[in-house]
């Protein structure tokens, strides 16, 4: 299985990219609102990956982020993102990715991010490791803010959500060493799995942002709770870290403590 998922990611990044290339703004609309976009190119990708799973497994459930959810409830759902990082797409900005989950009775069991533009192939299965190209990955060791990277996102923020990211943006941007913000969550977990961020947290989440990229950072040795604690992500704030870290990123968010709870996924 995860041999078709990794060859489908990868065509299928293959496929975004040369859309992206003769890309016109006939093809960019926008969803909520202005700042929510969505091309022609994610509907055709994502088209693409339905038509490859059905022909392969048309006993599967699918969830896409532009199509919903297709097919009879099953044992096996899929969940895609065809195109996470639009904006970047859309601008010309390499940091966009192809994101493909097979989840069996809603716990991801394999997965894979393609980023065409870095060259970049992600894939986990779970209880196997996780892997870039071929190597496998290692989250970092770092256990300090003072010494930490983090990626963050303000998808919140373009949603109106209170409170937003901007709440609690100044006190970590003081305790950490620095802040990225490149737009796709999915290769942001990734990046966390490969040791280059140590941590990444952010709010209004959806699941096909990070069926994926959660499965790859765990099989890296990283860990993902909501920012109480709990398994109550991404619908209570997501926080993902190489595990070392996450008691003090956690930290940052004291009003929002919780009982940790076992994630449903």
């Known amino acids: 299985m995860i041999d078709f998922i990794r060859e489908l990611a990868s065509a299928a990044g293959k496929l975004a990219a040369e859309g992206r290339r003769t890309l016109s703004e006939a093809e960019i609309h926008t969803k ?8 022609a190119v994610d509907r055709r990708v994502e088209e693409f990956i ?8 048309p006993g599967h459930g699918i969830f896409g982020e532009e199509t919903g959810r297709s097919g009879d409830p099953a044992e096996y759902c899929w969940i895609i993102d065809p195109i996470d990082g639009t904006t970047s797409f859309v601008h010309g900005f390499p940091y ?63 949603a109106r959500m209170r409170p937003d990211n901007f709440d609690y943006l100044p006190e ?62 991404p619908a209570n704030g997501f926080i993902a870290t190489n595990g070392t870290l996450h008691p003090a990123l956690l930290g940052c968010f004291p009003e929002k403590r919780s009982q940790p709870r076992r994630s449903s996924r």
Do not use: M
Not at 50 to 57: D, F, L, M, Q, S
Not at 201 to 217: H, R
């Open 32 to 39: 909520r609102s202005s700042a929510d976009l969505v091309t």
């Open 50 to 57: 339905c038509a490859e799973i059905r022909r392969r497994h």
């Open 96 to 158: 966009y990715s192809v994101s493909i989950a097979l989840q069996y009775r809603g716990r991801t069991v394999a997965g894979a991010v393609c980023a065409p533009e870095l060259g970049e192939l992600f894939h986990a299965e779970a209880g196997k490791g996780a892997f870039l190209n071929g190597g496998r990955l290692r989250v970092s060791a770092t256990g300090e803010l003072s010494r930490a990277l983090l990626a963050t996102g303000f998808g919140c923020v373009r």
């Open 172 to 233: 970590i941007t003081r305790r950490v060493q620095d802040i990225r913000r490149c737009g796709s969550a999915a290769l942001d977990l990734c990046n966390v799995a490969a040791g280059r961020f140590d941590g990444y947290w952010e709010f209004a989440l959806q699941p096909y942002d990070i069926a994926a990229g959660v499965l790859i950072l765990e099989e890296a040795g990283g860990r993902v709770t909501d920012i109480g604690g709990g398994g109550d992500w």
